[in-house]
Nanobody, 120 residues
Framework: QVRVVESGGGSVQAGGSLYLSCAAS????????MAWFRQAPGKEREGVAN?????SVVYKDSVKGRFALSRDNAKIFLRMTRLRSEDSGMYYC????????????????WGQGTQVTVSS
């Protein structure tokens, strides 16, 4: 049984930093993608950053240069700096077999989410 568990998040003022981590367990595939998505109230869930099993990272344009995603086996870590109010939302960690993509249906395993609130 695959489990995806997030930790971190919280509230911060604009310009501040937060750190998210995620651990996946029970995954049988050797090659799998892990990613962070976020969803603001009334908006679609969107991809923030993803990382494959060899460490290649793709970022959403608006977070490039501010967010840094790293991976240690089945754990990923997202350092978020220079946060903006538009970064607020529920952040979800996801895991899926194969190559990375932004398609949500490619990720069968999701965490429960962790809230990030950035006040201006």
């Amino acid at each position: 049984q695959v489990r995806v568990v997030e930790s971190g998040g919280g509230s911060v003022q604009a310009g501040g930093s937060l750190y998210l981590s995620c651990a996946a367990s029970g995954f049988s595939s050797e090659q799998f993608c892990m990613a962070w998505f976020r969803q603001a109230p009334g908006k679609e869930r969107e991809g923030v950053a993803n990382i494959d099993n060899v460490g290649s990272v793709v970022y959403k344009d608006s977070v490039k240069g501010r967010f840094a995603l790293s991976r240690d086996n089945a754990k990923i870590f997202l350092r978020m700096t220079r946060l903006r109010s538009e970064d607020s939302g529920m952040y979800y960690c996801a895991a899926g077999p194969g190559f990375c993509t932004w398609r949500r249906d490619a990720f069968p395993y999701w965490g429960q989410g962790t809230q990030v609130t950035v006040s201006s």
